[in-house]
């Protein structure tokens, strides 16, 4: 459960960056959430729905799951380290699915290194979360409850 409201807090961060992205023009052929419209020939609600879904089931059940293992002495760190994994994932799986080509190459330069700092974001308010409902062992966070 705490994987789970992890996750929905990082993709609510995320898809509120997501947004302010797309209102101030930057990027505008890098959506991930039309990307995933497209893959599925749904409207753009589906898409969001589906967003939410993976980061919250997917990515936050996971990262609950990994984190004991997960590299990092923070649950911040962990997060982080987990997304850029999850990043690894979409340039090399979801990017090409959705026709973006290996990394976002179709999409330009930009592309993956403003998904990676995206993932990043995400990753930390991930770990961050988790770590308001688990001990971090390194007593980093400890401005949050720990």
Known sequence: MKGLVAGFVA???LSALIVMKAMMGVMPELNPVKMIADMLDAPPAVGWAMHFMIGTV?????FAWLNPGLPGGSHWLK????AVGA???MMVVMMPM???????SHLGMMAPIMTLMLHIVFGFVLGAIYALERPDPTGVLQGMRT
């Open 11 to 13: 993709t609510a961060i």
């Open 98 to 104: 959705a026709g973006a080509g290996l990394f976002g």
């Open 58 to 62: 997917l990515w936050g059940t996971l």
């Open 79 to 82: 997060g982080i380290v987990f």
């Open 87 to 89: 990043w690894l994932v």
